[in-house]
C-alpha cells in the first residue's frame, strides 16, 4: 500500500475489535514473517500512547 515494510524499518500495528481477525492477522504475519503488533480495540475509541505517521483503514 505504501511501500513500507519491517524490512525497511517501518513499524507496523494492526487494530481489530474481532479476536479472529486479529488471530487470522497473526497467521498472515507470521507465514510472511513480518513483526506486526496485533492490538484488540474499537477504531474510533483506542489510545496507544504513541502518534502514527500513517494511519490506513480497510474496508470491504
Request: no cysteine; aromatic share 4%; glycine share 12%.
Amino acid at each position: 500500500m505504501t511501500g513500507r515494510s519491517p524490512a525497511s524499518g517501518a513499524r507496523i500495528a494492526g487494530l481489530d475489535l474481532s479476536q479472529r481477525m486479529l488471530n487470522m492477522a497473526r497467521e498472515h504475519a507470521a507465514t510472511a514473517r513480518v513483526s506486526v503488533e496485533h492490538l484488540p480495540g474499537e477504531m474510533r475509541e483506542f489510545h496507544l500512547g504513541r502518534q502514527f505517521g500513517l494511519i490506513f483503514i480497510g474496508r470491504n
